[in-house]
């Protein structure tokens, strides 16, 4: 009887041990293959990402750049007394839906001369700070700076796009003016969510 059973375990040792080896190195490729895989993808998802962020901001400092030097810009010399730049601020929000939480001119020592929303006109503008700065972007025709602002009441910290207005027709020591843009971040968080519930599968192949 002991040596049946010795038999029978040294059979059971000989099946088993090549099967659990055999087992162990198919694992261990499946694994080393998955992962590989799975950093190729993460690394190729990151980069599209990155490229749609850096697209969005581009558009947003172009909008800046091309608004900032409108014709229209000229009335800010007036005080924007006949609201055409008011006007026109909140002609291009509503155009841009829900990119943009506000739209405003000023002068340099933060006064608001004309704002896409009426009840900002007047006021003092909440001031940035260089530590606020986060991109500063120079192209054709002017420059931008991107900042990150102090969170609001309900916490978001909103991407205001600071830029000079050109005054083509200002008189010597005229108060420099400022178009200030400001980006609701919750576009790239769109982004970023649609790019956490994109779904993948692999497909093991012996």
Not at 15 to 22: F, G, I, R, T
Not at 42 to 65: H, K, S, W
Not at 127 to 147: D, I, K, N, T
């Amino acid at each position: 009887m002991t040596l049946r059973r010795t038999l029978l375990l040294a059979f059971l040792l000989l099946a088993w041990v090549p099967s659990a080896a055999l087992s162990w190195l198919s694992f261990s490729r499946t694994r080393s293959a998955m992962t590989a895989q799975i950093e190729r993808s993460l690394a190729a998802q990151a980069g599209t990402l990155q490229t749609d962020i850096d697209t969005m901001l581009f558009e947003r400092f172009q909008n800046a750049l091309v608004w900032s030097r409108s014709e229209l810009m000229q009335d800010l010399a007036l005080g924007d007394v006949d609201k055409r730049v008011s006007n026109y601020l909140v002609g291009l929000q509503r155009g841009y839906g829900e990119v943009y939480t506000s739209l405003d001119c000023q002068r340099d020592d933060g006064q608001v001369l004309a704002s896409a929303s009426a009840q900002r006109i007047g006021r003092q503008a909440a001031p940035l700070s260089p530590e606020q700065l986060s991109v500063q972007a120079r192209l054709p025709g002017g420059f931008a700076q991107l900042y990150l602002a102090a969170p609001t009441n309900d916490g978001r910290a909103e991407l205001v796009i600071d830029t000079p207005v050109t005054q083509a027709y200002a008189q010597p020591g005229a108060a420099a003016m400022q178009m200030r843009l400001n980006f609701d971040p919750r576009q790239i968080d769109r982004l970023l969510d649609t790019a956490a519930a994109g779904r993948r599968e692999i497909v093991v192949v012996d």
